[in-house]
């Protein structure tokens, strides 16, 4: 079992930057793969970026160029940098953690005002 604590949202004007935080209750390299999904309202959830055990990334479309996931070892933390943020980029966010199974944070509000 993995518990997931997100942190790192908030308000910030179009243009901006924010970086996510995933803290993970067990080393993050046995987990499969760690990623972040977002949801807006009225809208499925869907995948912002995702970084497998092996160091390999994932980014939807519309955030590639701007977002950037990295993971820290030591911290088994895994962060969402997310630069030049757009309003469209508002959304509950998810940190998910795939390992026998798919575990979820409780998520952290992200929104971009234009």
């Known amino acids: 079992q993995v518990q997931l604590v997100e942190s790192g949202g908030g308000l910030v004007q179009a243009g901006g930057s924010l970086r996510l935080s995933c803290a993970a209750s067990r080393y993050i390299f046995s987990i499969n793969a760690m990623g972040w999904y977002r949801q807006a309202p009225g809208k499925q959830r869907e995948l912002v970026a995702s970084i497998t055990s092996g160091g390999s990334t994932n980014y939807a479309d519309s955030v590639k160029g701007r977002f950037t996931i990295s993971r820290d070892k030591a911290k088994n933390t895994v962060y969402l940098q997310m630069n030049s943020l757009k309003p469209e980029d508002t959304a509950v966010y998810y940190c998910?953690?795939?390992?026998?199974?798919?575990?979820w944070g409780q998520g952290t509000q992200v929104t971009v005002s234009s």
């Open positions: 998910n953690a795939v390992v026998a199974g798919q575990y």
